[in-house]
C-alpha cells in the first residue's frame, strides 16, 4: 500500500509558477514509477509527467520545457515545477504511483487543484 498526499496547488496569473508536491507513506526506492496526472472538466485525465525509479522522465508535449518533475528519495517526495503556467493548465493535479511485483498496482492522491488566471 501507498498512501500519497499532494499539496502545492493554487490560484496563479497566466505566466506564473507554482511546484506541487507528492509525499509518499513509504520510500519512493521501492515505487516503479510516479507521475502527475491532471483533470480539467470535461476532459479525461491526462499523464503531465512521469519518473522512474531509475530516473528516467517524460512529459505530455504541451509541458515540455514548461513542467519539471523530480524526486528527494530522502523525502520520499516528488515535485512538480510548473512555470510560463496558461490558462489551460487549470486542472484537477493527481500524484500516482505504479508499484510492480507479481501484478501492477496503481496508487493515488486526492488531487491538488491549480487554477490559472489570464
Known amino acids: 500500500q501507498v498512501q500519497l498526499v499532494e499539496s502545492g496547488g493554487g490560484l496563479v496569473q497566466a505566466g506564473g509558477s507554482l511546484r506541487l508536491s507528492c509525499a509518499a507513506s513509504r520510500s519512493i526506492f521501492s515505487i516503479n514509477a510516479m507521475g502527475w496526472y491532471r483533470q480539467a472538466p470535461g476532459k479525461q485525465r491526462e499523464l503531465v509527467a512521469r519518473i522512474t525509479s531509475g530516473g528516467s522522465t517524460n512529459y505530455a508535449d504541451s509541458v515540455k520545457g514548461r513542467f519539471t518533475i523530480s524526486r528527494d528519495n530522502a523525502k520520499n517526495t516528488v515535485y512538480l515545477q510548473m512555470n510560463s503556467l496558461k490558462p489551460e493548465d487549470t486542472a484537477v493535479y493527481y500524484c500516482?504511483?505504479?508499484?510492480?511485483?507479481?501484478?501492477?498496482?496503481?496508487?493515488w492522491g486526492q488531487g491538488t487543484q491549480v487554477t490559472v488566471s489570464s
Open positions: 500516482n504511483a505504479v508499484v510492480v511485483s507479481l501484478y501492477e498496482y496503481d496508487y
